[in-house]
Every structure is written in structure tokens, then in C-alpha cells.
């Protein structure tokens, strides 16, 4: 007899958690007929981080790709120091090209000439040319994109900065916010790049506070 009392109350507490299952379902159901998705942005939406990196393509070519995608955000736009040579109109029609798109832009210099050392990608070989370069180019554009990357993919002893140190790093994007921001305290100088140099520098000691307006990282290390 107690065996079977068991059994049937397995059996109704199976079927009343079905019961309580289905009866969800339904609310459920119920409650989608009711909700609405959000309007859709064709332009430039509100403080959207969608970001893509496409490389060095053209504007005019991945402008159209960006809007397609709904890609707000695009990171560099090829202004290497060398083809540009200083022509502020390059760079302006690039920013203005991604701009009728409805796309903004991370400008980032990638890897300018000369470098310390001839094989490896950072530092510079004449940091004061350096820094006057990022000035002028700052003042060519800021009033249509204030927002800069220091270096590309500073990654200490590694990629872009194997020829240097992170306190020569630090020492760079510290010059280069006194600078800049001595004319133009508006534009917003982003920096870091790798994350052992975030990690253990600037956000654990917090040494870089005062010469960044915020961090880029890439997701460089060793396990």
C-alpha cells in the first residue's frame, strides 16, 4: 500500500510539473504578443560601441560595408606618416568619407618611419619628431574626429614595441597628451594596447592616469 501511495505521488507531482510548465509557456507566448523591438538606426546610433576593424581599405569601400553591417565604429584609416607627408587633406577627405556613412573612427597612425632599431616596430627613432608629427596631425582633423590611438599594438618586447620598453611607451604618450592637450583639451588620446602593459601598469598601478583618456586592449600574452 505505501509503495503504491509512493508511485502516485511520483506520478502527480510529474504531471503537475508538466502542468506548471505548459501554463508557463503560454505566459510567455502571451507576453511576446505584446512586446516591440526598438527602431532601427539607418544612420549613426546614439552612442552605439558596434566597432569593426577593416583594416586598410578604402573609405569609400568599407563606408559602404559599415553601413550595411550597422558598424558605427571603424579603427584606422590609413594615415601612415610616409604617403601622408603632412597633407592634411588626405587625411580630412578620409574622415569625411567614412563620416557620410554614418561610421566614426579610431585614427591610428600604424607604424610610422623611422623606428629605433631598423628590423623592430616601435619606438621611434626621434621621439621629438615623433610627437611633433601626432601634434600636427591632431590639429589637421580633430575638428571632425577628436579621437586618437597613440601607437598601434604597442605590445612591449613583443610586436609593435619590441624595440623598446614600456616606460619609453609611457614617456611617448605622456609627452604627447602635454602637447596636444596644451592647444586642443577636447580630442581624446586613447593608449595602452597589450595586455600584460594594461594589466600591470596602467590599471594596476594606475601610473598612466593623467596622460590617457582611455584604454585600447588587445588581447596579446602568453599563458
Known sequence: MKKQQTINFKLFLRYFCQSVLVVF????????????LPPRYTGLAPNSPFGLD?????PKTIGEIAQE?????????????????????ILRDRINNLKKYGVSSLQTPFYPTDWKEKDKLGPPKN????VQKFYDWVAATHDLMPYYEHWNEPWVDEWAWNGGTAEEYRD?????????KADFPNVNLIGGGSLAYNRDIMYA???????????????????
Open 172 to 180: 611617448m604618450i605622456r609627452r604627447i597628451w602635454k602637447k596636444v
Open 54 to 58: 577593416f583594416g586598410y581599405s578604402d
Open 25 to 36: 509557456l503560454c505566459l510567455l507566448l502571451s507576453f511576446k504578443s505584446y512586446a516591440q
Open 205 to 223: 598601478k594606475g601610473n598612466d592616469i593623467g596622460y590617457v583618456d582611455g584604454s585600447v586592449n588587445h588581447a596579446y600574452a602568453f599563458p
Open 69 to 89: 553591417l550597422g558598424v558605427k565604429w571603424v579603427r584606422g584609416i590609413e594615415v601612415e606618416f610616409e604617403p601622408w607627408n603632412g597633407d592634411p587633406k
Open 127 to 130: 621621439m621629438d619628431a615623433y
